[in-house]
């Protein structure tokens, strides 16, 4: 079983950027599809980012379209979410997730384990 552990939350001003890192361990991440998702007050959780197992393509929701990169260090079992540009509207709990499936799909029911989540704060 794998287990997931997300860090690199804070607070940040609009315009900056952060970085997010899931660290995996039980497995090699890259038997995984991962997954970001994020979930602010008041709203269900919503898919970010996700990348195929073995890395073999990402997915992004359009609203993080080139500001936002998922990447997989095979080195160190982590996959990063490297966050450019930040809104306030990025402000989140954001969670990381791992399915078996080869695809990066958007629906978080189709991923099997998570993550305890890590906050995002972005002040205006």
């Known amino acids: 079983q794998v287990q997931l552990a997300e860090s690199g939350g804070g607070l940040v001003q609009a315009g900056g950027s952060l970085r997010l890192s899931c660290a995996v361990s039980?497995?090699?991440?890259?038997?995984?599809?991962m997954g970001w998702f994020r979930q602010a007050p008041g709203a269900e959780r919503e898919f970010v980012a996700a990348?195929?197992?073995?890395?073999?393509?990402?997915n992004y929701a359009d609203f993080v379209k080139g500001r936002f990169t998922i990447s997989g260090d095979n080195a160190k079992n982590t996959v990063d979410l490297q966050m450019n540009s930040l809104k306030p509207e990025d402000t989140a709990v954001y969670f990381c997730?791992?399915?078996?499936?080869?695809?990066?799909?958007?629906?978080?029911?189709?991923?099997?384990?998570w993550g305890q989540g890590t906050q995002v704060t972005v002040s205006s």
């Open positions: 990348i195929g197992r073995g890395i073999s393509s990402t």
């Open positions: 039980g497995r090699t991440f890259s038997m995984y599809t």
């Open positions: 997730a791992a399915r078996s499936g080869s695809q990066p799909l958007r629906s978080d029911y189709r991923y099997d384990y």
